[in-house]
């Protein structure tokens, strides 16, 4: 496999998945970037290549640098998975019995631990907790510093905000938000928000 890789989107979350690449794993550096438009900030000194194409993405290993679920499973579902990256932070604890998902992220001292099982394109973000046998979804987000339960289920594009909790054995739908801090306690539907201690459906839409 090609050692260079392109990232697919370049701001704030991208900065951190270079950084946990550059120093988790001596194979693969990201030497270049694809954008709507080339940056005039820069700081990780890439090469510009212009907007994702099957063209781009054949010759590097790439991954997608962003953090709006919608936008990333857009840009995923596009194109070959074959070249797609998984990153891992060094400092996260990962079983060796978890299954971690192609193009997701584990950000620095997260741990997911036996038998949870982590989707395509997820983002386990810096300090999260994923127990036991937890199941997150294609394109899910888990903001920093959340924790979820064992036998936890979080569905498709959904986001767990910063430093919220999720008791044991709770199921949340696809596409549902769950405010920073919020206790969740109940099951929760689909295309839900939900904010607070114990957590409130405060927004549902069809």
């Not at 959340?146 to 979080?154: D, E, F, H, P, Y």
């Not at 919220?164 to 929760?188: F, H, L």
Request: net charge neutral; hydrophobic share 40%; proline share 2%.
């Amino acid at each position: 496999m090609n050692k260079s890789s392109v990232i697919i989107g370049y701001s704030g979350h991208a900065y951190v998945i270079i950084d946990a690449l550059y120093s988790s794993d001596g194979k693969n550096i990201f030497t270049s970037y694809c954008d709507a438009e080339e940056k005039i900030h820069n700081p990780y000194q890439l090469n510009y290549l212009g907007e994702e194409s099957k063209e781009i993405i054949g010759k590097y290993n790439w991954f997608v640098g962003i953090g709006n679920n919608l936008i990333r499973e857009k840009i995923i579902s596009k194109f070959d998975h074959q070249n797609l990256l998984t990153i891992i932070h060094k400092t996260s604890i990962v079983s060796d019995k978890a299954m971690i998902g192609k193009g997701s992220f584990v950000s620095g001292n997260s741990t997911i631990n036996a038998l949870a099982n982590i989707g395509l394109g997820c983002i386990i973000n810096t300090g999260t907790i994923i127990e036991h046998e937890c199941h997150i979804g294609d394109f899910a987000h888990i903001a920093p510093g959340a924790v979820l339960a064992g036998n936890v289920s979080i569905g498709k594009r959904s986001f767990i905000g910063a430093n919220a909790t999720v008791i044991q054995g709770i199921n949340i739908g696809n596409d549902v938000v769950v405010g920073a801090g919020a206790v969740i306690i109940n099951d929760i539907p689909d295309k839900c928000t939900v904010v607070g201690n114990p957590g409130k459906i405060i927004k549902q839409t069809k």
